[in-house]
Nanobody, 119 residues
């Protein structure tokens, strides 16, 4: 089993910044792609950013140029820096770990952390 614990959400004014963290624990071995997704009320969950174990990154359209994902493999922790936040960035942000072992992929999710952008 794998546990993911997010932190760093909160209320921020438009134009502000937040840094979200996600610490993974448990049976973490193999190739692990970690990432962040978000879900706003009444909307589907969408990709924020992904990062591979080798450091390759992929961003959803909404965060390109504003969000930066990084990871510390030694700490099994992934971060996302959210800059220039807008009210439409308000959502619950979820951490994801996709563990690839051979041909099997197992996905794990954190409990989510609320980000609210409002003046």
């Amino acid at each position: 089993q794998v546990q993911l614990v997010e932190s760093g959400g909160g209320l921020v004014q438009p134009g502000g910044s937040l840094r979200l963290s996600c610490a993974a624990s448990g049976s973490i071995f193999g190739d692990v792609v970690m990432g962040w997704y978000r879900q706003a009320p009444g909307k589907a969950r969408e990709l924020v950013a992904l990062i591979s174990s080798g450091g390759s990154t992929n961003y959803g359209d909404s965060g390109k140029g504003r969000f930066t994902i990084s990871r510390d493999n030694a700490k099994n922790t992934v971060y996302v820096q959210l800059n220039s936040l807008r009210p439409e960035d308000t959502a619950v942000y979820y951490c994801n770990a996709a563990i690839i072992r051979g041909t099997a992929v197992n996905n794990y999710w954190g409990q989510g952390t609320q980000v609210t952008v409002s003046s």
